[in-house]
């Protein structure tokens, strides 16, 4: 239903983009996030973005780093990461709400993919 990819090695102060392709139902009239989890730790927020694109947030780690977006038409999500860092190393998946305006508590999202994997070497 929801599938990120894009994610790879990345020496720091890289950036890679990551997309998450999502179906119909699952995407549209949906807010859409991305979290992270890293190896031992719990699935953390990074960004959010409301079904039209219009209001999004970031986590504190990555605000000003990351830019989340979205393609309605091509039902999509995207990921751009810049100035990476070490620990922004973790598995990266991206996640539909049930309602238009997103929030950052992942027990609000309803839809799930399998995640990509990110890894920034210093």
């Known amino acids: 239903q929801l599938q990120a990819s894009g994610g790879g090695l990345v020496q720091a102060g890289g950036s890679l983009r990551l997309s998450c392709a999502a179906s119909g139902r699952t995407f549209k009239d949906r807010a859409m996030g991305w979290f992270r989890q890293a190896p031992g730790k719990e699935r953390e927020f990074v960004a959010a973005?409301?079904?039209?694109?219009?209001?999004?947030y970031y986590a504190p780690s990555v605000k000003g780093r990351f830019s989340i977006s979205r393609d309605n038409a091509k039902n999509a999500g995207y990921l751009q990461m810049d100035d990476l860092k070490p620990e922004d190393t973790a598995r990266y998946f991206c996640a539909a709400m049930n309602r238009r305006d997103w929030t950052n508590d992942r027990r609000d999202y309803y839809y799930w993919g399998q995640g990509t994997l990110v890894t920034v070497s210093s």
């Open positions: 973005i409301s079904w039209l694109g219009g209001s999004f």
